[in-house]
């Protein structure tokens, strides 16, 4: 059972990649330019394994449902949340990897201004804990998720970078 939901966790993200895929057919017909290939392909890829991995291992352990179920559920559904507020308030902009459009706005609501890269700290690093605490698969998650780590913080630094290169105002104030 535990890992038939978390099967379901991981089809749930099938409307953001549809959402992030059209936006960044959009800003690349409009001359945006991507920035990280392959650190972006990388971090995909290693989320990924994070999904098979911790689905795998829930199966084969026959992990059952329990508290650690719910703790993982309610951390994934904040993480969701916070997901839709990310994708609605970047709109247009909003992709899984780093793009610069034509007419690129910077977006400075409240959350934005005090967490910097809220769709890393408040989305993703909780959506993939929430899948380690539902298939309770630490032993494979571990590994994976120190390599996450590594691709994401390195994202983080060339974003600020290319922030800070095409927007003036970007971190001041």
Known sequence: MTGMILIVLTLLRIPSAII????EARIKAHGGLEYGKTNSRALIVVQFLIYLGTIG???IEEVPVGTHT???LAVYVFAM????YVIRT??????????IAKGHQLVETPLF???KHPNYYLNIIPE?????????AWIVFTPLFVLHLITLF?????????MKQTFREYGKG
């Open 81 to 84: 949340a916070v997901l839709g």
């Open 20 to 23: 992030s895929g059209r936006n």
């Open 90 to 99: 970047l709109g247009r902009f909003w992709t899984f990897k780093i793009y």
């Open 70 to 72: 719910y703790i993982g």
């Open 57 to 59: 291992y829930a199966f």
């Open 113 to 115: 201004k005090r967490i």
């Open 154 to 162: 390195n994202r983080i630094r060339l974003e600020e970078k290319i």
């Open 128 to 136: 993939v804990l929430s899948f380690a605490i539902i298939s309770q």
